[in-house]
């Protein structure tokens, strides 16, 4: 039975789904960016020798690594556990986990020549079913706990690592191809929204309650490429997904976060997505009022403030809801939880976004 898309366990924590709508609460819902992640202990336990991509075509693995910091922690949100990078090898790239290095793509695209290399026409439910399998799964183990959230890369980082073939400071290399080839820059962009907007499609009829699209490498473009190359299509994804769910009568909150895009919030609280994610680098409340109240924020707590004595850590989320406010807010951190940290200071971050914000909510 946990193979069928339907008769999922009835939602008993919605809390996550009305804040992205910016419906009232009785407290601020939180969840983790990278909360399936190596900081567990039994997170490496589970995956210790195996193939980091096998982990990931493995629908029960993933369910298991996605439950694992729900029976740890009253998060208000799960997340698939996946990898943006899923995407490129569906489209006929060879990715690979290096240790100590990260991701790698033995043979990055060079040239616009290259983009021949690429299938033409994604089959996404036979190349990616792995990832709508795992969904379906999840949703019937997680009993309706809290609501399960897809995800995928956006088209200009998914871009950028196929260029750089891994991880890169400068991102010289793709960005060479927007200044000197524009138009096949563009030819990749669309290919990759086409793949996205079917994959993201998938996951909701998979299951999927909520969808967030990772644009990581925002902050290594000016506002002027961002607007050429990124912007457009974030918007086209969003546009696309929303207006096939409609017609099937379906609605999902969408979630858009642009590391380092703090120059672009305006043009991102205008692009179809109900929810905008922040990094660290970004004071709340001028966010609150440079977005005008259009769209719910997640976000943005800087990871490295974990590091903290607990104490310390309750004030600065004390200090981070008296910025954004109660309303139409999920708290997150600015970025992925790091190796090193320790779940206990998780545990109390989590304690700490519910316990001020029901009082605040009180106190109103």
């Known amino acids: 039975f946990d193979k069928h898309p339907k008769d999922f366990p009835q939602l008993q924590n919605d809390t996550f789904l009305r804040a992205a709508r910016g419906e009232e609460t009785e407290h601020v819902p939180v ?49 698939i556990f996946s990898d943006i990078l899923v995407v490129p090898q569906a489209m ?3 990715v690979q986990m290096v240790a100590g290095k990260g991701p790698t793509f033995p043979e990055p695209l060079k040239e616009p020549e290259d983009l021949q290399r690429l299938r033409v026409k994604v089959d996404v439910g036979k190349e990616l079913g792995y990832v709508f399998k795992a969904i379906t799964l999840t949703r019937h183990k997680i009993e309706g706990k809290v609501p399960l959230i897809g995800f995928t890369g956006a088209p200009w980082t998914l871009m950028s690592y196929m260029i750089e073939g891994g991880g890169s400071n400068t991102h010289s290399k793709a960005k060479r191809w927007l200044y000197r080839h524009p138009e096949a820059s563009h030819m990749l962009l669309r290919m990759l929204t086409d793949v996205i907007v079917e994959y993201l499609l998938g996951q909701v009829a998979a299951g999927a309650q909520a969808l967030q699209v990772f644009e990581s490498h925002a ?22 997904v929303k207006d096939k769910l409609k017609e099937a009568g379906q609605d999902v909150p969408m979630i858009v976060f642009a590391k380092d895009g703090h120059y672009a919030l305006e043009d991102l609280s205008q692009s179809h997505y109900e929810v905008v994610g922040l990094d660290w680098t970004i004071d709340p409340q ?23 004595p607990k104490e310390r850590i309750s004030d600065i989320v004390k200090k981070m809801l008296e910025g ?9 951190l600015g970025h992925g939880l790091y190796p090193d940290m320790d779940p206990e200071s998780v545990g109390a971050f989590v304690e700490a976004v519910h316990t001020h914000s029901r009082q605040m909510i009180k106190q109103k």
Do not use: H
């Not at 729900?70 to 799960?78: E, G, I, K, M, S």
């Not at 902050?219 to 696309?240: M, Q, T």
């Not at 954004?324 to 997150?332: D, E, K, Q």
């Open 286 to 308: 001028s966010a609150r009022e440079r977005t005008g109240g259009k769209v719910s924020l997640q976000g943005n707590m800087d990871p490295c403030a974990l590091y903290a």
């Open 92 to 94: 006929g790239m060879d």
């Open 31 to 79: 969840w983790c960016m990278r909360q399936a992640g190596r900081y567990l202990p039994e997170f490496r336990e589970s995956r210790a020798g195996k193939d980091f991509f096998e982990t990931c075509q493995t629908p029960a693995a993933c369910c298991e690594l996605t439950l694992q910091p729900l029976r740890r922690f009253p998060f208000d949100a799960a997340i």
């Open 219 to 240: 902050g290594i473009l000016g506002p002027v490429e961002f607007k050429e190359f990124a912007l457009p299509y974030l918007r086209d994804i969003a546009r696309r």
């Open 324 to 332: 954004f406010g109660t309303r139409a807010y999920i708290a997150n």
